[in-house]
């Protein structure tokens, strides 16, 4: 396991020194609401009990040099200069070159960092990692950039460094999430409240499919122009346009003949999902768990069927969940093409659906899932070592 300790060490190793500050910053999960967060929707996610963590010091230079525990390898690129070839450093690059940007004087620093949030399992472990070296950047230079800021800064290293049209979803889950909440975000006003979840006696559960996605691959990206380019149809007809938050189905329906069969699926979804969503948070707050599980089954039939997002290792675990009583929801969750199924669970049938999906899973596609539990912890902090007292 990487924690804080480890990271330190590692830092003691590789620069001399053992004078660093730590952060951390950590992965997400996503009850309902996917897809939604590009198109100024409504989303529904929590941070959670698995991190990135950064040791980090200045070196008053214009040179960062990072250190990847879990790639063994250390980079060095100047602030000023081109962009580093490994994708890992170009999230540290992009968050730098954002910051400067927004006029954030920004300078070289040595850093080391890891973590436990699994890679490529839709939990956002890149989201992770902005918003730890923003976090840290933030606070070791002075730059009072808000956690808004924050999020932004870190979606738009994505855009603008990665080649990843994201929304601003796992970057806000990671630096404002709260132990024990979710966070029902809209996107559009950036506005958000917490709900609390802790439901007696069901748990959450992911189950990784191990097969690994890839949003930067285009499909990601497709599916928002998809969307654009039902929202452009409807605003050539209407004012006041700006994204599928302000089309209802029965708007969408009107012009249903001027758009591209798959552009109209697509969008239909979004309009669906983001309706889910706020249903499903009526049922929280009634505390009708079984609701809100029906919920998470019909965001997942969308995701498969119409905005077609899935894959067959994923839906054939949601079909599991679907056939096992006592399995309130599962859906896939994050971005799609792999990654994990999130499933809440009541708790005298964990035990016995966990086996059989990893007997079933097995069978069908030779492959052992990963099940990963998962504890609805805080977002983003600095950690504050506890001085030892000299006389
Ligand atoms: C990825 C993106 C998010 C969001 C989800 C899908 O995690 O980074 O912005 O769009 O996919 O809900």
Known sequence: MIDEKTVKECFEKQFGTDRCSIFTSPGRINLIGEHTDYNLGFVLPASIDKCITVAIRTNKTSIVNAYSLDYKEMVTFDIDGEKPKQLW?????????????????????????????????????????????????????????????????????????????????????????????????????????????????????????????????????????????????????????????????????????????????????????????????????????????????????????EYEVSCKELDFIVDIAKKTKGVLGARMMGGGFGGCVISMVKDEVYKPYIADVIKKYKKEFNIEPRIIDVVIADGAKKWLAKKELTA
């Open 89 to 305: 450093a170009c999230y540290i690059y992009g968050v730098i070159q954002e910051m400067k940007k927004r006029g954030g004087l920004v300078g070289g620093f040595n850093a080391v960092f890891g973590g436990d949030v699994p890679l490529g399992a839709g939990m956002s472990s890149s989201a992770a990692l902005e918003s730890a070296f923003a976090t840290a950047i933030n606070d070791k230079f002075g730059l009072w950039f808000s956690k808004r800021d924050l999020a932004k800064i870190g979606q738009m290293t994505e855009h603008n460094y990665v080649g990843v049209r994201c929304g601003i979803m796992d970057q806000f889950a990671s630096l404002f999430g709260k132990a024990g909440k979710v966070i029902r975000l809209d996107c559009r006003s950036l506005e958000y409240d917490y709900v609390p979840f802790n439901p007696k006696g069901i748990k959450l559960v992911l189950i990784d499919t191990k097969v690994k996605h890839s949003l930067a691959s285009s499909e990601y990206n497709v599916r928002r122009e998809q969307c654009e380019a039902g929202v452009s149809v409807v605003a050539s007809h209407k004012k006041k346009i700006e994204s599928l938050r302000d089309i209802t189905i029965a708007l969408l329906n009107k012009y249903k003949d001027e758009m591209e069969p798959i552009v109209y699926k697509r969008c239909a979804y979004v309009i669906n999902e983001n309706q889910r969503l706020l249903d499903g948070c009526a049922a929280l707050s009634k505390g009708d768990y079984e609701l809100f599980g029906q919920k998470m089954f019909g965001s997942h039939d969308g995701l498969s069927k």
